[in-house]
């Protein structure tokens, strides 16, 4: 089982650029959460797609959009980069319903100079 | 405003010397309190799931407990391999049952000396 799986790993912008990151989920998972993760931070909820669907956001700017596809992969789109979005970003997965704990993959790290 | 906090921030630990790690939660209601671990560069692995006040839950040589304030993290002898951030989450429940976000804790920067 491949787990969720993120690409790419690490990425440089510039500020102003936009960045797509891209998130497989673990087979048998439906529903897909994005988190930022800042350096000694937790990480922080963006938003939640289910059935491709935007069903729950967090407190971030409309420069943070997303998508779900019918294969239940995900992408997350950042425009108008900032020197305070670098982070790494992380995709959790789980199935619809289920009890069980959300699965993280390892992350893209953005790097915004 | 879901609020987690952990302490200590960092602890340090010769092998086999046991101690405990702190969560302290402010929900309004609590559906489900997440404990994970996260090696550094990559994203949290899951642990625990705690679902009510008084519920245990075990995994080798960790033990989480929860009460309607805390959850504490028992790390019995452990080992230089459990050195990792242990984070803490909380799922808050609403009326109509549509929160989904997890509000996480800081961490706990864990290390296990030989």
């Known amino acids: 089982d491949a787990g969720v799986t993120q690409s790419p790993t690490h990425l440089i912008k510039t500020r102003g650029q936009q960045v797509t990151l891209r998130c497989s989920p673990k087979s048998g998972h439906d529903t897909v959460s994005w988190y930022q993760q800042a350096l000694g931070q937790g990480p922080q909820f963006i938003f939640q797609y289910y059935e491709e669907e935007e069903r729950q956001r967090g407190n971030f700017p409309d420069r943070f959009s997303g998508h779900q596809f019918p294969n239940y992969s995900s992408e997350l789109n950042v425009n108008a980069l900032l020197l305070g979005d670098s982070a790494l970003y992380l995709c959790a997965s789980r199935a619809q319903g289920s009890a069980y704990g959300y699965t993280f993959g390892s992350g893209t790290r953005l790097t915004v100079v | 405003e879901d609020q987690v906090t952990q302490s200590p921030e960092a602890l340090r630990l010769q092998e086999g010397e046991s101690s405990s790690l702190n969560c302290s939660y402010t929900?309004?209601?609590?559906?489900?309190l997440f404990w994970y671990r996260q090696d550094p560069g990559k994203g949290p692995e899951f642990l625990f799931t705690?679902?009510?006040a008084g519920e245990e839950k075990e995994k080798e040589r960790l033990k989480a407990t929860l009460t309607k304030k805390e959850s504490f993290l028992h790390i019995t002898a452990p080992k230089p391999e459990d050195s990792a951030t242990y984070l803490c989450a909380v799922q808050a429940s609403n009326s109509g049952g549509s929160n989904y976000k997890l509000t996480f804790g800081k961490g706990t920067l864990l290390t296990v000396n030989p």
């Open positions: 929900v309004s209601g609590l559906r489900g």
């Open positions: 705690l679902y009510s």
